[in-house]
């Protein structure tokens, strides 16, 4: 069998592009939650970081970090708190994209964000349409976080390289 024959394969000569979104996830728990606690360890556990907990998420994503600014997709995915001793949570969302010319397309993040450093960096692990064979990274900070509502804004600077 001859493996370099065009017609048993072939990789489609194409350029890498990178693009850079930018764009605010609001976490919403006070009024009509976007996040919602799905699991929690059990009651013998006695870290202050809530580790064991589980959450799902679906909430706007926005250009600005106000909550009434325009929406251009959904966070949708699992956050668990995964460490014993420090805020670090396991992250696993998709961003689903809504406006223009990336609706109908997404991001998948994979990683870990340790919420009390001021900037954390996720990986952006794959994605859909536009983005099929999406890597690179994102940053996100914290905008603003009501300890007594759990309700918060973060930034996102997004870095995806993709076809």
Not at 24 to 40: G, L
Not at 42 to 60: E, I, Q, Y
Not at 139 to 150: D, H, P, W
């Amino acid at each position: 069998m001859d493996f370099n024959n065009p017609t048993f394969s072939r990789w489609p000569e194409t350029k890498q592009k990178l693009t850079h979104l930018h764009f605010y996830y609001h976490d919403i728990r006070s009024t009509t939650p976007d996040i919602v606690q799905a699991a929690e360890a059990a009651t013998t556990n006695t870290s202050k970081t809530g580790f064991g907990l589980v959450s799902v998420l679906d909430g706007p994503l926005t250009v600005g970090p106000e909550l009434t600014s325009k929406i251009v997709g959904r966070a949708q995915g699992i956050v668990a708190s995964a460490d014993l001793n420090n805020f670090g949570f396991l992250f696993v969302i998709n961003y689903i994209f809504t406006d223009d010319k990336y609706n109908g397309n997404t991001l998948s993040v994979l990683g870990r964000n340790q919420m009390l450093l001021p900037v954390r960096e996720l990986s952006i692990v794959g994605g859909t349409g536009i983005f099929r064979f999406a890597c690179c990274y994102a940053l996100t900070n914290t905008q603003f976080f009501n300890v007594s509502t759990g309700d918060g804004a973060f930034e996102y600077n997004v870095y995806v390289f993709h076809y």
